[in-house]
């Protein structure tokens, strides 16, 4: 069965969601979406040919986009998730899986302003879902059944790679995951500069960092692909890649990468109890 969904906030995350859902073969006229502004509500239905709604032309526009949807997609800030649950908890129904893509944003915070008994669904999509590439993690709520879990699956099957896990991990997998593209953009960032150092042009540094992490991106994206065995056959024994590799080991860069992730994950535990006292 075929199921309706409702995107409540389209951003740029929602629409690349949007199209990965259109793109494996969803009906354009079982979606629905509602944005703030008009000049946006007509852009999406232009591109995508599905129904979009502008909750400034039409302040119930959530609660409408929501009444026949079997799966909810939350698509604001997180500091809007609980307004927004709460605006649209009279519209549902029982059985409509809401799904958030806020990051931080708790499924037990969810729930204390849902109907009582809903399903629903916490999940950490990445930027690469942009261009099909995305790492998506879902955590089902205390009402979502292995079927609640399958609709949200759905929604971005089109888009990457699907994920269950624990609630608990959520915060490993955005630091991780959700901000891990921003370490591999970071990592080409610092091997332009070093390509200027050795007195490359500015284009040929930005072109040589920004080729050769994005090819070795699609490397790593080969079936069966282990980033050691891919490191290893370009490291010669004695060679020029060996000494770059025992450098970074001895600055600690191994370590490095671990505290940033590490310091990710507790920023996001923090979001997350300064939403809880709001």
Known sequence: MTNRIAFLGCGSMGEAILSGLLAA??????????????????????????????????????AEAVVAADVVVLGVKPVGIAALCREIAPSLRPGTVVVSVAAAVSIAQMEAVLPAGQPVVRSMPNTPLKVGRGVVALSAGTSATVEHLAAAHQVFDGSGVVLDIPEEQQDAVSAISGSGPAYAFYLAEAMAAAARDFGLSDAIAAVLARETVAGAGLMLAEPGADPTALRRGVTSPNGTTEQAIATFDAQG????????????AARAAAITAELSAQ
């Open 25 to 62: 073969g969803t009906h354009p006229s079982t979606v629905v979406a509602t944005v703030r502004r008009i000049e946006r509500a007509e852009e999406l239905a232009a591109r995508h040919g599905i129904t979009v709604i502008s909750s400034n032309e039409e302040p119930t526009a959530n």
């Open 253 to 264: 860069l191994p370590g490095i990468v671990s505290a940033g992730a590490q310091a990710a």
